[in-house]
């Protein structure tokens, strides 16, 4: 309201005095006028004076500019620093970012670096298990039901050699058939001129217990005694050293029950994982080279003999299987290694490997995009080599990219906002 429009109510109530100036109630009028000035200046401050919109307290938080882990709903001081709160809007930052403080980049080493186009190597290195050549392990079972009295072997890692006395079993069935066979050769001895084909009768019986797992010259000996333990000894059928031992003395076992399980360490596998997408750059039918961290300096190379033809749909990831030699026995199965193959050589953007964090499920980076401001961006990954990674999609060069301390960024978004960053994306 302007200074002419606040005159005007003024200026009409000095004609009404001028008007009623001949009524003898002088201090009447006087409080007519002053009344009325009254509700012009009252109506004049309400113009001047709007009322500006409040925001919701719902919509605010208070936190240190020093200590962004302190958050609360009312002003206050800083329980660390004892500095005063500063009022945030909560949606002035998107959901899918976090700012921090000076203080948090320094202490957490967080250093970016912008994305570039750099040659990868020709080199794909994989991390990798050793673990048994499942075509040279063999499993020795009960061939008859009966309980185990005597195992002759009862320590994993103990070599046993192919005919090597493994364990003596108890069974009812078994020293049936011996009587049998015994009755079946007195039988031939003494009525051997007769009708009946005792013959055929002792070798049906014979054939009985070689089914049952005994032997050829246990069955001679047997044969020639005419006397019988009621323990059958059985003997190792396979060279190797023992890796289960899933029976143990007093125990039944029934028949085609595992007994001993042998592996012949002269050939390894090494088993490593590989990501869908470094799948295209492998030659399967190139040199692999082994290295070991556990042997500094030992280098074995093998052949790719396996490549799993599913991919997991929950890690997207798949394996791939080098056969090698094991000259000595020096290598052990569970030992760590890593799968040297070649690949070619690709222009492409890179980050280091460090960069880029992965769940199984995805991989993601921290992307600059402020003063200590930083947003969570999935991307697509390609093959490694040393200690760099191919970014295939997600990123355009030129992104400024958190390369030291992407972790610890996420650990603090999780903190302050009590979910991964990233979470709705995996429903």
């Not at 596998?269 to 040199?287: F, M, N, R």
Request: hydrophobic share 40%; glycine share 6%.
């Amino acid at each position: 309201m302007t200074s002419k429009q606040t005159l005007r109510p003024l200026r009409l109530l000095s004609v009404l005095c001028g008007a009623i100036c001949d009524v003898s109630c002088i201090s009447w009028v006087r409080s007519l006028i002053l009344f009325s000035a009254s509700i012009v200046l009252l109506l004049f401050a309400a113009c001047k004076n709007k009322k500006r919109p409040v925001t919701s307290k719902a919509d605010v938080y208070y936190t240190c500019s020093m200590h962004p882990q302190v958050m609360q709903d009312h002003p206050g001081t800083c329980p660390i620093c004892h500095m005063e709160l500063i009022a945030v809007n909560k949606s002035s930052q998107p959901n899918d970012e976090i700012t921090l403080s000076d203080q948090q980049i320094q202490l957490g080493n967080i250093q970016t670096d912008t994305l570039g186009h750099a040659t990868m190597g020709d080199k794909l290195v994989l991390t990798a298990t050793l673990t048994f050549d499942e075509m040279k392990v063999n499993t020795v079972s009960a061939r008859i039901t009966g309980r185990m009295d005597k195992l002759y072997f009862k320590n994993t890692g103990d070599f046993v050699n192919k005919g090597d006395h493994l364990f003596d079993l108890y069974s009812e069935e078994l020293n049936t058939a011996k009587q049998e066979y015994l009755a079946a050769l007195e039988r031939q001895q003494t009525l051997g001129n007769s009708i009946i084909d005792f013959k055929q009768l002792v070798q049906s019986a014979k054939n009985k217990l070689l089914l049952w797992g005994v032997s050829q010259a246990q069955i001679d000996a047997l044969g020639k005694t005419k006397q019988f333990s009621p323990l059958t000894a059985f003997y190792s059928t396979a060279a190797g050293y023992i890796t289960e031992l899933p029976v143990k003395e007093g125990q039944y076992v029934t028949e085609g029950g595992p007994v001993v399980r042998l592996a012949d360490l002269s050939t390894l596998w090494a088993e490593a994982q590989v990501y869908a997408s470094q799948l295209a750059s492998i030659d399967y039918k190139g040199i692999a080279t082994v290295q070991l961290p556990d042997l500094p300096g030992k280098e074995i190379t093998g052949k790719v003999t396996f490549a799993n033809p599913e991919i997991s749909a929950d890690t997207r990831i798949n394996l791939l299987r080098v056969a090698i030699p094991n000259t000595g026995n020096q290598l052990k199965p569970g030992m760590p290694a890593y799968v040297l193959l070649m690949s070619s050589g690709s222009n492409a953007m890179t980050l280091p490997v460090d960069a880029v964090l992965r769940d199984g499920q995805m991989a993601t980076v921290w992307l600059k995009t402020g003063n200590n401001a930083f947003k969570r961006k999935m991307v697509e990954t390609g093959s490694e080599s040393d200690d760099r990674i191919e970014i295939k999609s997600g990123l355009q060069n030129g992104d400024v990219v958190v390369v030291s301390g992407a972790y610890l960024i996420n650990s603090e978004y999780i903190f302050k906002k009590g979910q991964e960053p990233m979470a709705e994306h995996h429903h």
